[in-house]
């Protein structure tokens, strides 16, 4: 026999327990952001910093150079 379908505010509360249990189930997730132990208060600043607002540009107008010309390989 068919079951019969779930009312509106069923399927609603359905979905909100369902999301609720997947938000709960991120917060418990390691973090691992800032835990390297290679870095530490001794560490140089120019050794871990990215590259600046022109060297960012420099890397992506060569990026779109590369993909556009046609290599010899």
């Given at each position: 026999?068919?079951?019969?379908?779930?009312?509106?505010?069923?399927?609603?509360?359905?979905?909100?327990?369902?999301?609720?249990?997947?938000?709960?189930?991120?917060?418990?997730?390691?973090?691992?952001h800032?835990?390297?132990e290679?870095?530490?208060?001794?560490?140089?600043?120019?050794?871990?910093?990215?590259?600046?607002?022109?060297?960012?540009?420099?890397?992506?107008?060569?990026?779109?150079?590369?993909?556009?010309?046609?290599?010899?390989?």
């Open positions: 026999m068919a079951e019969p379908k779930q009312s509106l505010s069923e399927e609603k509360t359905s979905m909100f327990r369902s999301n609720k249990e997947e938000k709960q189930s991120m917060v418990h997730e390691k973090e691992t800032g835990t390297s290679d870095i530490d208060d001794k560490t140089k600043v120019d050794h871990v910093k990215g590259p600046g607002v022109l060297g960012r540009m420099k890397e992506e107008v060569e990026a779109i150079v590369d993909a556009v010309t046609p290599s010899d390989k």
